[in-house]
């Protein structure tokens, strides 16, 4: 900024010292202004990039909102996150473009009654999403996004189906988070059995998680869902379906965590069939929050 006013200085002699002052403190003030904007924008890429290294699957948030930080493993008691890990892949494939529903035809048949389509058989870039959408796309007749849960979890009495069963889902989710630099991996003794854990590693990608959770149902609250990221508004749905979405809202106070389960409960209470009518939804997403509220 000095060497923009001496150049303007030696270039107009006859300028007053007055007039050279306030020359120099419009130019001050608009490069303030130029550079408030390029700060902001470096801060965007910066953050574009640290998202591209730490960037996460939506079976990964799940997964990570459900693992204690220091024990390195999901609760015991929670039979809900295998099933809700499922209804991410199918979210996630939806998402990327590469799964929809079939078309609903003359008479509108309900989102649970229609089957899921493979639109792309591209690979994903993810070993489970491929595995997943190969499954998808080699079956028929097709099936519906109820029984692609319950197949791909493995919950079906027909033995002829049990081979669409992915397995170890939650130890390859947290290997994929090893390598992302989120988790870690030892081994802990449980008296009778050795087993592999996966304690957290990176605090700040979790802790990113979690204020993205808290505040969408916050100070973002946009009491609209269709105005809501649409990533974001699946991680909701499915955190709740696999009983993780608690640890997202335990460091809150009271009155904010009471706040924020109203506003949860409000999204749960949307009606998939009618929300899947207006315009720019994925209704594939909502057939698996539909799937999930029955």
Known sequence: MTSLTQRSSGLVQRRTEASRSAAADKERGSGDEDSEPRRGEEQEEDDKGDSKETRLTLMEEVLLLGLKDREGY?????DCISSGLRGCMLIELALRGRLQLEACGMRRKSLLARKVICKSDAPAGDVLLDEALKHIKETQPPETVQSW?????GETWNPLKLHYQ???????????????GVLTTEKQNFLLFDMTTHPL?????KQRLIKRVQEAV????VNDPHRMDKRLLALIFLAHSSDVLENAFAPLLDDQYDLAMKRVRLLLDLDPE??????NTNELVWAVMAAFTK
């Not at 849960?149 to 979890?153: H, N, T, V, Y």
């Not at 590693?201 to 990608?205: G, L, S």
């Not at 916050?218 to 609250?221: F, V």
Request: glycine share 0%; charged share 30%.
């Open 74 to 78: 999901t609760s015991f008691w929670n």
């Open 149 to 153: 849960i319950e197949l791909l979890s």
């Open 166 to 180: 992915l397995r170890n889902v939650r130890e390859r989710l947290a290997k994929n988070l090893v390598e992302k």
């Open 201 to 205: 590693t990176n605090n700040n990608i």
């Open 218 to 221: 916050l100070e973002k609250w």
């Open 274 to 279: 009618v929300e899947s009518m207006k315009t």
